[in-house]
């Protein structure tokens, strides 16, 4: 089993930015990608960013350019910098792992980041 555990979320004005951390423990061997997805209320969970082992990157389109995903390979942790947030980036932020890339992998509890203007 994986265990994640993500700080960093928080309030605050828009354009303003956060950095989200998730530390991964336990069975992290194996762990090919690492990413953050959200969920805003009434909305289906979105992959808002991922990274591979190697360094390879995905982004929703709708944070490109603002978003930034890092890990620290060493110490099994992943960072989502999040720069000029926007009202519509509100939502509860997810930490996830896998170690295949078609399985759910796993995931940590959330972190609410709330945008205000």
């Known amino acids: 089993q994986v265990q994640l555990v993500e700080s960093g979320g928080g309030l605050v004005q ?6 989200l951390s998730c530390a991964a423990s336990g069975s992290t061997f194996g762990i090919i990608i690492m990413g953050w997805y959200r969920q805003a ?6 992959l808002v ?3 591979s082992s190697g360094g390879d990157t995905n982004y929703a389109d709708s944070v490109k350019g603002r978003f930034t995903i890092s ?3 060493a110490k099994n942790t992943v960072y989502l910098q999040m720069n000029s947030l926007k009202l519509e980036d ?5 930490c996830n792992a896998k170690k295949y ?17």
């Open 41 to 46: 209320p009434g909305e289906s969970r979105e």
């Open 14 to 19: 828009a354009g303003g930015s956060l950095r």
């Open 71 to 73: 890990r620290d390979n």
């Open 101 to 117: 890339f078609y399985s759910p992998g796993y995931w940590g509890q959330g972190t609410q980041v709330t945008v205000s203007s």
């Open 90 to 94: 509100t939502a509860v932020y997810y």
């Open 49 to 51: 960013a991922a990274i």
